[in-house]
């Protein structure tokens, strides 16, 4: 791609986004290198780098462990591999929570050096005031309702949510805060069908949705699933590749022709040069 080409392509933006509300779906995948994010890029319209790479990449066993430094590392690798896709950088667990100018300073610091458009928070009704402060202070938020993941061990596992009335109203109730608080769109995590179309129909903001039915304004998944890289994936996930059997049998075959010395052949072997004739 020739710098020219690079500089007349135009990053999707905030109000793009916030402007897509009941119009064309919002594609959305997870990515945390370079590399996957070229290849993503052309087909979405955000990128998100989630924390979900706890578990993805660093193969922790949920999302607490994830460190700002972390986040940060693969939120640069996103951006530099990306041209078109608006790039959200997930806020970690600790990072936001304990109080406005803390959840400020971390924000800034992820956005400056990641170069990313946008962070994303998982929200409550009790937070919608550090969204607040944060989007007067130009930050643009994307919230997170529903099944929250950084709450896990609070929650006890990885449970759909609003089954139950009350459960309903409580995540009925953080959507509407999230974006009365000025979130730009807001990922709606596994709740039934229901719930998340209400959800939809009665906020102004755009949904994306995770486990959340085709009501929502738009659909996020995460990238290794999706690319059937994980022998386990959750019932909402789609895969829509089988590269884990593909990358066994390529990483097989390497192993085999290694050991009969068949790689490497002659065309991958460097020689001697001849000595020019005299």
């Avoid at 007349?8 to 594609?27: F, H």
């Avoid at 790479?53 to 949920?62: D, I, Q, S």
């Avoid at 999302?63 to 690798?77: D, K, R």
Wanted: aromatic fraction near 6%.
């Amino acid at each position: 791609m020739s710098v020219h080409t690079q500089e007349t392509i135009k990053r999707v933006s905030v109000p793009d986004i916030a402007g897509r509300k009941g119009g064309e779906p919002i594609v959305c995948l997870t990515a945390y290198d370079a590399p996957m994010a070229g290849l993503l890029d052309p087909h979405c319209d955000v990128l998100l780098v989630g924390d979900s790479l706890g578990m993805a990449v660093h193969g922790l066993p949920n999302t607490v462990g994830v460190t700002l430094e972390m986040m940060i590392l693969h939120g640069q690798a996103v951006v530099r591999g990306s041209r078109r896709a608006l790039v959200v950088v997930d806020m970690p667990f600790g990072s936001y929570e304990g109080g406005k100018e803390a959840a400020y300073d971390n924000c800034v610091r992820v956005m400056k050096e990641t170069g990313a458009q946008a962070v994303k928070l998982e929200t409550s009704v009790e937070l919608a005031e550090i969204v607040a402060f944060l989007v007067k202070r130009g930050i643009p938020v994307m919230g997170h309702v529903g099944l929250r993941p950084q709450a896990i061990l609070a929650e006890g596992g990885f449970k759909a949510k609003g089954r139950t009335d009350f459960e309903r109203d409580r995540v009925m109730a953080e959507a509407r805060a999230t974006a009365e608080a000025g979130a730009f769109c807001i990922v709606i995590e596994g709740v039934a069908e229901s719930l998340a179309r209400e959800i939809t129909e009665s906020i102004d903001v755009p949904t994306i949705g995770i486990g959340a039915s085709a009501a929502c304004d738009g659909q996020v998944l995460v990238v290794n699933d999706m690319l059937g890289l994980f022998d386990w994936t959750p019932k909402f996930v789609r895969k829509y590749a089988d590269l884990r059997t593909e990358i066994d049998r390529a990483a097989a075959a390497f192993a085999n022709d290694v050991k009969t010395r068949r790689f490497p052949a002659e065309v991958e072997t460097y020689f001697s040069k001849k000595p020019a004739s005299q």
